[in-house]
């Protein structure tokens, strides 16, 4: 029987089964629709030449012999075009692993595109701090490192793209202090370009900035008003005067790219929503992040979720564009058998990273020539930075009010590493090639 995921290995299968002629095709489409049905589309100048239809022939109907509700019947299954690419479009694609002229393009319900990575931002270091999973102490270590960079004398800004679960704000201001607007605002009144009513309202300067500044830009405003309303909105394309459609991650560079003129930030951090979702993927491969932080727990969820991820990445050739950007964290380490959890973490760390994200290094050659780090190198991608599990601040809505106490050596005995690392990842400008 056959199922989504065999859709792509049986494809491979079936063009390696006519491999020496597939050049007489010329480049090929996979066009791979909403329902997950297959197309192949070909350039037509072969549709009236015997020997390549020969060979069309014989792969469409292997495949909708084998891919049964996944591919359309044979006389339906092929389409002829005069510019192959044209069908692309927008659409997310991906060269077909193993196949120099195989595109496969994939028809997805939302903007989602997990497999185009933008070039890293030549301005401000953008840093997006990401989990997997919720409640590992993501925004509050981000509140932390915004605290502790301005405590430096940076100017940073604080995005709160969790717009489904809100609330990093609460831990850098106070309610009287928070702005009227929030970025679901700027976002729903951009779509009758109305951005300009909202834009100079929705970002505060926290009062712990100190000797640099700290720019907040929440989710919502001091009043949410029709939170729900605004929300279900935030996610839409906008009609352009053209006809055009603008998908909304791109209205949400443009907005970025907006804040970073008006406040000229040194280094902008990026609260990412949780999961594998189109908000996440926004903010971990469309706005130009410089460094991208994982946070992690020694679990299976944290695992499988980071692997399903990495494996996407690799499946989809532009791995090589991303993990130069990743940085590992081991969150809440416990205060009891911390080391030998951190062990057991690192462990997996690496077991992972090593499958999906790092070169194999061949036989007699030196792995200084290649992606690839030891188990036990600190420098490494998968070398988590930990962050000590503490009750003082394992609540967020206490943030705020430890921040007003707490002092450096505080910072550093709970969270060193992270701390030392945005540090000099907030230096790197121009560092990264993406």
Known sequence: MSTFDHILPTIREVLEGQAEKLETLGPIVINRDLNGRIRLVVNEKIRDDEKPNVVLDAI???LAERLGPHGFPTEHMVLYESD?????QNAPQFALEGFKDVTVVDRLATDTDWSTIEPVSPRASRIVFFSIKGGVGRSTALAVAAWSLAQAGKRV???DLDLESPGLSSSLLPQERRPEHGITDWLVEDLVDNGTAVFESMVATSDLSHDGEIYVVPAHGQNPGEYVGKLGRAWMSKACADGSREPWTKRLNRLLDDLENRYQPDVILIDSRAGIDEVASACITDLGASSVILFAIDGEQTWSGYSILLQHWHQTGVVREIRDRLQLVGAM????GGADYFDGLLEQAW????????????PGESSEDYFNFDRDNENAPHFPWSIRWHRGFAALRSVHSRFQQIEQNEVSAIFGPLVEGVHTLSEAEGDYHG
């Open 84 to 88: 192959a690419t044209d069908v692309i």
């Open 351 to 362: 077991d992972t990273f090593t499958d999906q994200l790092y070169d194999e290094v061949p």
């Open 60 to 62: 469409v109907t292997a």
């Open 333 to 336: 380490i416990p205060e009891v």
């Open 157 to 159: 800004m604080v995005l």
